[in-house]
């Protein structure tokens, strides 16, 4: 089970870091991910890292914005998401896979938390 804290109500232009914790899992041979879902939309990537080697992948529009990065020791990973939009709004999700590689796409992936609201007002 992962579970995610951090989100909340902030200014555009403001700063959130995202924080996915995931007890009992042993995170440095795993592939984790943030997705996000806003209202009426389809869920879609936002970041991926493999914790393993510290590959990353992010989308297009979060490319200079957002970093994903990763504890292995305190099983965690974390999205800092900077100069955020109100286009950033949505549900984010982290979700996990036993795996050292992956696929950045929400297929890929077989354990998620619930999600954190993040909202980005104007």
Do not use: H
């Amino acid at each position: 089970r992962l579970v995610e804290s951090g989100g909340g109500l902030v200014q555009s232009g403001g700063s959130l870091r995202l924080t996915c914790v995931a007890p009992g899992f042993t995170l440095g041979y795993y592939a984790v991910g943030w997705f996000r879902q806003a209202p009426g939309k389809e869920r879609e990537e936002v970041a991926c890292i493999s914790v393993l080697d510290d590959k990353t992948y992010y989308t297009d529009s979060v490319k200079g914005r957002f970093t994903i990065s990763s504890d292995s020791e305190r099983k965690t990973v974390y999205l800092q998401m900077n100069s955020l939009e109100p286009e950033d709004t949505a549900i984010y999700y982290c979700a996990a896979k036993d795996d050292l590689g992956y696929v950045c796409d929400s297929t890929f992936f077989d354990s998620w938390g619930q999600g954190t609201q993040v909202t980005v007002s104007s």
